[in-house]
């Protein structure tokens, strides 16, 4: 899974020397944080601006016509939040077959989630993360002083994928955590320490360990194809999680006192990102502006569906216990009418 270093940009730069690098940088941490730019300095850098447009082949092409003079014993630095992140995971892993890759998460949601576990994926046509590696790093470095600039918003986000482990996986944070939200630097280390412990035990997705972590996200990532990206990653999982507690609900699967208290806890997230709309209005204002059919195409691209693209989502058993279930085509469609209707 590689190493984790907690230090400063001034501790990564000399591990730099000596190495062939290329950095690839979200260009709005360069004018946020000049120390960025005087560590690299004298490294090779290609900018690119953050967000979902970074996790296209345009892009990705810029960053490989970059990296070709970098040789196969060089070094991909990734320094921004998950798409940077995950942008950067698939060139490193096809420049040259394979070069290094050390990551420089700065958002708290590529802290911890995205530079954990080696996952990288562009978009095509739409489809959220339709085409994707695992490439995993040798470092990531926790700088926390690169966090001072997220706006609250940001760090609702993160936190977003912080809970959602701690509900799959943890019952006791869980609750720790709703009774006192943890501090950035305890909710970085224990939430890294939650997600490792899974990605070790499958690192490949080959069983349902790791799917577990896709929680919310079945509906979310679709959630964000529908809205061509302008809902942020944090905010549709929110929303898909709401989706998976309320199939949880249907089935029988998450007894209702776990889902009203797994819903008030993103709900408290969701409010904490600032949105003006209630989740359940926003749920309903997506799934009312767009057909069945849309939906069921997108979730059709779901990684996690059966062998004939039957739908499969992670539900909740109880707090910290999750489980991988298929989900019978009728009961996700007659969810949409609830969910359109702002129902559960
Ligand atoms: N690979 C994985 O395992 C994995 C896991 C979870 C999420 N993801 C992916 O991560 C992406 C979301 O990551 P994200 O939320 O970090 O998005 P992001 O990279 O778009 O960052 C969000 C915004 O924050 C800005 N930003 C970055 N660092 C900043 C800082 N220190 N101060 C101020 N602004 C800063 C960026 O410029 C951007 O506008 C999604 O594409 C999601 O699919 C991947
Ligand atoms: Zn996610």
Redesign the pocket.
């Known amino acids: 899974l590689g190493a984790d270093r907690w230090g400063t940009l001034a501790e990564l730069a000399p591990t730099l020397q000596g190495r062939n690098v290329l950095a690839v940088v979200?260009r709005?941490?360069v004018s946020?944080h000049p120390s960025i730019g005087r560590v690299l300095s004298d490294t090779a850098t290609v900018t690119v601006v953050?967000?979902?447009r970074a996790?296209s082949f345009a892009v990705l092409e810029r960053v490989l016509a970059a990296g070709g003079a970098l040789p196969r014993s060089g070094t991909m630095l990734a320094i921004?939040?998950?798409?940077?992140?995950?942008l950067a995971?698939v060139a490193a892993h096809l420049l040259k077959r394979g070069v290094a890759l050390i990551h420089v998460p700065?958002?708290l949601?590529?802290a911890v989630?995205?530079s954990l576990?080696g996952?990288?994926?562009i978009h095509v046509r739409g489809v959220?993360?339709a085409a994707g590696v695992f490439h995993f790093p040798v470092a990531t470095w926790l700088c926390e002083e690169?966090?001072a600039?997220?706006s609250s918003r940001?760090r609702a986000?993160?936190a977003v994928?912080a809970y959602k482990m701690a509900a799959c996986l943890d019952a006791r944070a869980w609750r720790r955590w709703r009774q006192a939200p943890p501090a950035t630097t305890a909710m970085v280390f224990e939430a890294r320490a939650l997600k490792s412990a899974v990605c070790r035990r499958d690192p490949y997705e080959r069983g349902d360990a790791r799917r577990l972590l896709n929680f919310g996200h079945s509906f979310g990532h679709v959630f964000e194809s529908l809205t061509r990206f302008r809902l942020?990653?944090?905010a549709a999982v929110c929303l898909g999680i709401l989706c998976a507690l309320d199939v949880g609900r249907r089935l029988g699967v998450t007894p209702e006192p776990v889902a009203r208290d797994v819903e008030a806890g993103f709900g408290e997230l969701w409010r904490a990102s600032g949105s003006r709309q209630a989740p359940r209005a926003a749920l309903a204002h997506i799934i009312g502006g767009n057909s069945a059919g849309a939906i069921a195409t997108l979730l059709a691209a779901d990684k996690k569906a059966g062998p004939s693209g039957e739908l499969r989502m992670v539900l909740l058993e109880r707090l910290g216990r999750a489980r991988v279930e298929p989900v019978p085509t009728k009961l996700w469609r007659s969810s949409l009418g609830k969910w359109r209707r702002g129902d559960r």
Do not use: C, I
């Open positions: 979200d709005r941490l946020l953050g967000g979902e996790k921004g939040g998950g798409t940077v992140g995950d995971t700065t958002t949601l590529a989630d995205s576990g996952k990288g994926a959220k993360n690169l966090f600039t997220l940001q986000e993160g994928e942020p990653h944090g």
